[in-house]
Nanobody, 123 residues
């Protein structure tokens, strides 16, 4: 299984950015995918998650009104549309997949992880 995240970059506060995560390999057992982020000196934290079917979604409170998670089932690709970005959104963003937890926020339930993509928001 491989997860490849992309789409990070340097933007200004208030800008938008869309991250993508392509899953390849044995994805048949996936129950859900999620985005986590890790700021310098901090733990990796939950951002958003989506069930593999796309029918269930869950967001961390600080991003709920600004970020949208979605999924293209046919292309095994997950997206994170981020609007009205703030400097505190600056972090390395990781995509992950779980095998039975759907749209769970709990990091420990995610078995597969991709390398991160850096998002930097300047004020």
């Amino acid at each position: 299984v491989q997860l490849q995240a992309s789409g990070g970059g340097l933007v200004q506060a208030g800008d938008s950015l869309t991250l993508s995560c392509v899953a390849s390999g044995r994805t048949a057992g996936f129950a859900g995918m999620g985005w986590f982020r890790q700021a310098p000196g901090e733990d990796r934290k939950f951002v958003a998650a989506i069930a593999w079917s796309g029918t269930s979604k869950y967001y961390e409170d600080s991003v709920r009104s600004r970020f949208t998670i979605s999924k293209d089932i046919a292309k095994n690709t997950m997206f994170l549309q981020m609007n009205n970005l703030k400097p505190e959104d600056t972090a390395v963003y990781y995509c992950a997949a779980n095998l039975g937890a759907g749209s769970s926020w709990y990091r420990g339930l995610y078995a597969h992880w991709g390398k991160g993509t850096l998002v930097t928001v300047s004020s």
